[in-house]
């Protein structure tokens, strides 16, 4: 059977299956963004210090980020669905494992077990979906599907909040169970075994060389932050490391015949330059969002829920942003509209710089549906821009290297911002700890979370304030920082779109599908007119 044969009605549906199983990694990735600072308290929690908690959300995009490639290989080999299927049941047990982790390690080795998960789903769901539909239906079912990323950050934060709010901080993992079970049904039911006629090979190699450069660059980083100092050799030497072993992990690519991950697409102007953009921003959006989390529910006092609904204007934002800014492409360029779109995103993130414990809620939410709007306008546009740059046959590996710069990005986000806040904070509570008996001290010294935990127990009132006062000021420091590297994004978006020649005529070849190369022209990245690596009437195994 070829995708051709398939009903009407059972295309939809499976879009609506595939739905579900993005839906699940959105899930992942957004319910535990409130629940750091639960995780964080020694009583309701796990007592976790930042690193700790850098290192729960960041084993999950490191996972993720660096086993992408892999699952698509797989899904090549063995068989599309088998490999969607296998990831499902890997999200659900290691979501359960999480639930129910007795400390913080265990709770960062699941987190890394999700990840894997997500990996094996998100491969074989986009390939499912390309081989589903053909022609116009394919742009659409894209589109619909994509809404599921703004369904997941808009619910995520907010179901965790109400189940802080009645049960333990597990349950925010064991929501995703339920999902699990009616995705594994529909895709018994509904989904062929699409195969690709072209396997592609594993690449062990790459894959082990990816993971333990990324491992080491994040622990050197995040170790910085403990330590509060850059000399040490337990900070500079996993940073080396992690450095010679990314290199060499790109050098193993260049070499091969079939990579996963493909560094020569990243030399060319527009892709390279477009992906480095999008990675600051992730860069950036990451880091911010750690920071939002503890902002909201430590400085400011929020309950888990408050703080989730509080998070919703940018879900939202980035919701109605990728549709204005694709309306808006087709009516200029891409170059007008994201780069200023990244612009103000990240002067929004500047702003952060501007909150206090005191600041009006209604500004921050009106910062923040700017903030989403213009990401939205940045993400959904430029990503699929970049895309259509590349021959269809060099589309899926074009798919592969944008997604993994993305999730690298969101792991070094984390690690940066993070380790810029407890430096920062250290430095400032500082002087409120004279007098504060010894262990007490070291203890505050950690986190702004234990250094309340002090404050009540120990009823020093002054050191809570103090403390909240400290971490305002990391905030800070952390949102210029974040601002100029998000800006830095923008500059480096601006050069990649510049226009080095004229569109092609009305009714010639698009450039983007020559044999000698990509377009790099402003005016054929802004129609993002092609959006999958499968023509119709491409062969297609289904089993």
């Known amino acids: 059977m070829t995708t051709s044969t398939l009903p009407k009605s ?3 549906l499976i879009l609506a299956v595939l739905m579900v199983c993005s839906l699940l990694i959105w899930l992942d990735n957004t319910v535990l963004s409130t629940t750091l600072e639960t995780l964080a308290d020694p009583v309701r929690g796990l007592n976790a210090d930042p ?7 960041g084993s999950y995009t490191l996972a993720f980020a660096t086993l992408m490639f892999t699952a698509g290989a797989l899904g090549d080999r063995f068989g599309h669905r088998t490999v969607l299927t296998t990831g499902l049941v890997v999200s659900a047990a290691s979501s359960v494992w999480a639930a129910f982790a007795g400390d913080s390690g265990q709770l960062i080795a699941a987190r890394a077990a999700m990840g894997v998960g997500s990996a094996l789903i998100m491969p074989g769901n986009m390939a499912i979906l390309m081989w589903t539909f053909t022609g116009p239906a394919r742009s659409t079912a894209v589109a619909v ?3 599921s990323a703004g369904v997941g950050m808009a619910v995520g934060p907010v179901l965790a909040g109400v189940l802080l709010d009645h049960f333990w901080w597990g349950s925010v993992f064991l929501v995703n169970v339920p999902v699990v079970v009616l995705a594994l049904i529909g895709i018994v039911l509904l989904v062929p075994d699409f195969r690709s006629p072209v396997v592609r090979p594993l690449d062990p190699v790459g894959m082990l060389l990816s993971i333990s450069g990324l491992a080491a660059l994040a622990y050197g980083l ?4 403990q330590v509060a100092t850059w000399g040490r050799a337990d900070v500079l030497a996993p940073i080396v490391v992690g450095l010679i072993l990314l290199a060499a992990f790109v050098h193993v690519e260049l070499r091969s015949r079939m990579p996963g991950f493909d560094p020569r697409l990243l030399a060319q102007r527009a892709f390279g330059g477009g992906n480095a953009a999008l990675g600051l921003l992730l860069f950036a959006i990451s880091a911010v969002t750690f920071y939002h989390a503890f902002y909201l529910q430590g400085a400011r006092g929020y309950s888990p829920v408050e703080a989730g609904l509080a998070g919703l204007p940018t879900a939202l934002g980035a919701i109605l942003g990728a549709p204005v800014g694709a309306r808006l492409v087709r009516r200029w360029s891409l170059r007008l509209v994201a780069v200023p779109a990244l612009t103000v995103a990240a002067l929004t993130m500047g702003a952060y710089g ?8 209604v500004r921050i939410e009106i910062l923040l549906l700017v903030q989403g709007l213009s990401i939205g306008m940045v993400l959904g546009p430029v990503t699929a821009a970049l895309i259509s740059t590349l021959p269809l046959d060099r589309a899926g590996a074009g798919s592969a290297v944008t997604n993994t710069v993305r999730q690298t990005s969101s ?13 920062v904070y250290r430095r400032a509570i500082e002087p409120s700890l004279h007098g504060v008996p010894g262990p007490l001290r070291d203890q505050a010294r950690v986190s702004a979370e234990q250094a309340r935990h002090v404050a009540t127990s120990s009823h020093l009132p002054a050191l809570g304030d103090a403390a909240d006062d400290a971490f305002v000021h990391a905030m800070h420091v952390g949102a210029v920082w974040i601002m100029l590297i998000a800006l830095f994004g923008a500059a480096v978006l601006l050069l990649a779109l510049q226009a080095v020649r004229k569109p092609a005529a009305a009714g010639s070849e698009p450039e983007a599908a020559r044999e000698d190369g990509p377009a790099t022209d402003e005016a054929a990245l802004g129609t993002g007119g092609r959006v999958g690596p499968v ?7 289904v089993r």
């Open 411 to 423: 792991v070094i986000g984390i690690a940066v911002g993070g380790t810029i806040m407890s430096i």
């Open 535 to 541: 023509r119709e009437g491409d062969d297609a195994g």
């Open 10 to 12: 059972r295309q939809q």
């Open 222 to 225: 995040i170790r910085t932050g």
């Open 354 to 361: 501007l909150f206090g414990v005191s600041t009006p809620l």
């Open 51 to 57: 690193a700790e908690l850098q290192w729960a959300t």
């Open 145 to 147: 599907s994509s809404t």
